[in-house]
Every structure is written in structure tokens, then in C-alpha cells.
């Protein structure tokens, strides 16, 4: 049974940095990504990172601040520095078998298998 765990979330202010970690169970992948989700808002791309080559793409709105990465056994992590209020939301772990192209790994539909979210508030 594959399982998507994510942890780290919080609240912290801005500035501050925080690590979001996602525990990956069942299967392996070729390509893993964190999403978001404010309130009322649609679910957005964050990051992606390719295992294959270690490709790793992000979000206009977090390059610079945020960079995913994985540990030994594939999970990935992502650590969030210079925080902003506009950063709070869930953030989502997203995992997918196939390989996506550098376009459609920014979205939903590209990814089979997700976590239940880990939610990051950020105080101005």
C-alpha cells in the first residue's frame, strides 16, 4: 500500500525557515513534488524533483527560497527559507511512476499518488 506522509509544517513569521519532510511507503517513483493549497485557492505547484537526473523545478513564486531535495531513500524534502505570508497553505506531497515533461509536472494531473497535506502558517 503506498503511503504519503508529510511533516514540518507550523506556524512560524516571516523569515523564519522550516524543513517539510514527505515519508514515502509502498513503491518507488520517478518524480516527486510539493504542491500548495491556501485557502480558497486552487492547489499549486511548488517544486519537482526528478530522481532519474535530480532535476529540479520550481515555482517562479519560491525560486530562490525554497529547495527540494531528497535523503537516502528517496523521500523528499523540502526546505522553505525567507518564508512569506503568502506562503501559508497545505502543502501537499505528490508522487508519480511515469516521467513527466518540465510542463506537466506543474500540474495535478501529472501526479497518481498524494499525502493528506501538512499545514504552514506564516505571521506577518
Known amino acids: 500500500q503506498v503511503q504519503l506522509v508529510e511533516s514540518g509544517g507550523g506556524l512560524v513569521q516571516t523569515g523564519d525557515s522550516l524543513r517539510l519532510s514527505c515519508a514515502v511507503s509502498?513503491?518507488?517513483?520517478?518524480?516527486m513534488a510539493w504542491f500548495r493549497q491556501a485557502l480558497g485557492k486552487e492547489r499549486e505547484f511548488v517544486a519537482a524533483?526528478?530522481?532519474?537526473?535530480?532535476?529540479k523545478y520550481y515555482a517562479d513564486s519560491v525560486k530562490g527560497r525554497f529547495t527540494i531535495s531528497g535523503d537516502n531513500a528517496k523521500n523528499p524534502v523540502l526546505q522553505m527559507s525567507n518564508v512569506k505570508h503568502e506562503d501559508t497553505a497545505v502543502y501537499y506531497c505528490?508522487?508519480?511512476?511515469?516521467?513527466?515533461?518540465?510542463?506537466?509536472?506543474?500540474?495535478?494531473?501529472?501526479?497518481?499518488?498524494w499525502g493528506r497535506g501538512t499545514q504552514v502558517t506564516v505571521s506577518s
Open positions: 524533483i526528478r530522481w532519474s537526473d535530480d532535476m
Open positions: 505528490a508522487a508519480t511512476v511515469w516521467v513527466p515533461t518540465s510542463s506537466t509536472m506543474r500540474t495535478t494531473t501529472a501526479y497518481d499518488f
Open positions: 509502498g513503491r518507488t517513483f520517478s518524480t
